[in-house]
């Protein structure tokens, strides 16, 4: 029987179909998914615990149909945690699921969460972001040196104002920059910050760099996305896997590996991504400890 019992953290876990392919053509099975899980659990969970998360499922694999989970399942173990949420989009309470250990990310991605996405704040303070984001994101003319090009304008900005950042590949075509801060913002004011410092970077280098303007964009420009920065909204946490042919990984950089330009987003891989850490460790720590104030922009 296709079916193993896993023992995590004091807790058993069922773990099922492993040898079902969920990229085919790859050869890469739901198994490679769990046992990736498993080995980088210890360095992924720290950007998951008391962050409320979304899940993005693929039962039969990334060929087959998908979904995403925002509620906690009725029939999922009780040690593993939810927080009550209403979004304004609708009248009841959802429970939204929070991973605070190891047995709980293998189960949900025993359920097929290939991906998992996080708020920008943590619990107890759900409506205070400790994190701004920063979505880098090439129209469909936009090549991949054009969205590193643009993120060293981010990171040259930054320093500019005495202001840290961190980047990571999302896993698709573009990057992520995170801006870890102090507590007693408030998600409006996050998002206005970033839209200023967006509009900035788009007037000096208006050939590369957009500000976003809904769901989709199209050219040869990198655009900006702000609206991430909003309670109930989310990104890709690092080192989860994405969606996409060849099982990608959103990978912390440094910024001078991304200033030497020799990387490319298909580098990083479930297979890869594991044997990254360990020789150069958790490029993205410092986001869980450095704790900023964001200046003024004019």
């Known amino acids: 029987m296709d079916r193993e019992v896993w023992e995590l953290e004091g807790h ?5 179909h492993l040898d079902k392919l969920f990229w085919p053509e790859e050869g890469i099975t739901k198994g490679d998914l ?5 080995k980088m659990g210890p360095v992924m969970l720290p950007y998951l615990r008391n962050r409320p998360v979304t899940l993005h499922v693929f039962p039969d694999g990334i060929k087959g149909g998908a979904y995403y989970r925002r509620e906690r399942p009725a029939h999922a173990p009780r040690w593993i945690r939810s927080v009550a949420y ?6 009841e309470v959802i429970h939204v699921p929070v991973i605070d250990n190891l047995a ?9 969460s290939i991906e998992f996405h996080g708020w920008g704040s943590r619990l107890p303070a759900l409506e205070e972001p400790d994190m701004a984001f920063l979505d880098l994101d090439p129209g469909d003319e936009a090549s991949f040196e054009q ?10 900005l930054l320093e ?5 950042g961190y980047v990571k590949t999302s896993g698709g075509r573009g990057l992520h920059v995170y801006i870890p801060l102090a507590s007693g913002y408030t998600f409006e004011a996050v998002r206005t910050w970033v839209k200023r410092l967006a509009r900035l970077l788009a007037s000096r280098r ?16 990198v655009s900006i996305d702000y609206a991430q920065n909003s309670l109930g909204r989310n990104m890709a946490v690092p080192y989860t896997v994405r969606a996409h042919p060849g099982a990608p990984v959103s990978t912390p950089l440094s910024w001078e590996e991304l200033q030497a330009n020799a990387l490319r987003p ?13 020789q150069q460790g958790d490029l993205f720590q410092n986001v869980l400890v450095r704790r900023q104030h964001l200046p003024e922009l004019s």
């Not at 500019?160 to 840290?164: M, Q, R």
């Not at 298909?266 to 360990?278: A, G, K, N, Q, S």
Request: aromatic residues 8%; glycine residues 6%; positive net charge.
């Open 266 to 278: 298909e580098m990083f891989t479930l297979h890869t991504v594991p044997d990254r850490v360990r």
């Open 86 to 91: 209403r979004p304004v989009s609708l009248q």
């Open 34 to 38: 769990l046992h990736y899980y498993q």
């Open 104 to 112: 709980a990310l293998i189960w949900f991605a025993n359920l097929g």
């Open 12 to 16: 058993r876990v069922t773990v099922t």
């Open 206 to 221: 208006p050939s590369l760099i957009v500000v976003a303007r809904g769901a989709t964009h199209r050219g040869k420009e």
């Open 160 to 164: 500019e104002i005495g202001v840290d």
């Open 147 to 156: 969205v590193v090009e643009a993120a060293l304008c981010v990171r040259d």
